[in-house]
């Protein structure tokens, strides 16, 4: 009997005995240390803001719209960062990214420009904005595309120009629908940027092949800038048929503020106006608006 119970004693500490023994040997192959359980990460220092709560996108030329993104550094110590920002097609952001130096506690302000082309679809959309592990979505909302009812193509369709005097003087800013030349210098008229530098050129691109008979142009003609001192002297005006430039009419000496070109209709895709001169010198083009009719 005692040995019996001597021997129901000893099992237990024989099992502890080889429990420690291979525990021992774990640690020999282990490199004699206990694996550490990974620390749960430290939040991130870094925030995401906005200034508004979404973003309605009228989807017409030079419209002003967009957010101001807050990219923060809510940490104890300096970083450099990389925000990323992004939406879906067809809306267009100015910069997809923002990269930075953040001292610590500081909040950096960016203004991001939305924009749509004409032909987008009505609804709902998101943009997103991601840094390390923060993500912020901010919604979206494109207003229908508002229809022009005086007759002019050029009214909320594609324009593009040779170069662009920015961020005053966009060439959007020539088909806003403000002839009025008192409120040049305030992005409603367009000033190419290569001073001293002819031929410029602004054209703008239909949506389909349109009938085209008459061509409005309003240069700069204000008493603080009238157009024989200012304005622009000598242009052609082109229409664009087929893969061909066809010229349609050809304004030389000008001193007048309104020039309007008429010319035989046809079907073109688009029209652009081509300057030679401007009654300043060798100096710029300025076109306050340009208006394109069938007749």
Request: hydrophobic content about 40%.
């Amino acid at each position: 009997m005692l040995s019996t119970l001597r021997s129901r004693w000893a099992e237990p500490a024989r099992r502890r005995s080889i429990a420690v023994t291979v525990a021992a040997v774990v640690l020999v192959v282990l490199g004699g240390a206990v694996p550490a359980i990974a620390a749960r990460p430290a939040a991130s220092p870094l925030t995401l803001a906005t200034d508004v709560g979404q973003v309605t996108v009228n989807p017409v030329p030079c419209a002003n719209q967009g957010f101001q993104l807050r990219f923060g550094n809510a940490g104890r110590e300096d970083v450099y960062a990389d925000a990323f920002i992004s939406a879906p097609e067809p809306l267009r952001l100015s910069r997809s990214l923002v990269s930075s130096y953040l001292p610590a506690g500081y909040t950096l302000k960016v203004a991001i420009a939305v924009s749509a082309p004409r032909d987008t679809p009505p609804g709902r959309y998101t943009i997103t904005v991601t840094t390390g592990d923060q993500r912020l979505s901010l919604p979206v909302d494109v207003e229908p595309a508002p229809v022009d009812d005086t007759g002019d193509l050029a009214r909320y369709v594609e324009v593009s120009a040779s170069s662009e005097n920015l961020p005053n003087y966009p060439a959007c800013g020539a088909v806003d629908g403000d002839r009025d030349s008192t409120h040049w210098g305030s992005t409603t008229g367009w000033n190419d940027s290569t001073k001293g530098s002819f031929p410029d050129w602004l054209r703008v691109t239909f949506d389909k092949p349109e009938t085209v008979g008459r061509v409005d142009l309003y240069t700069l003609d204000s008493a603080k800038y009238p157009a024989d001192r200012y304005g622009l002297r000598d242009w052609d005006v082109q229409a664009l048929v087929g893969d061909d430039w066809k010229t349609v009419a050809r304004v030389r000496g000008n001193l007048a503020g309104k020039v309007s070109s008429v010319f035989s209709p046809l079907t073109a895709s688009a029209v652009r106006v081509v300057t030679q001169s401007s009654n300043e010198g060798v100096t710029y083009s300025r076109v306050v608006e340009l208006e394109v009719y069938a007749s």
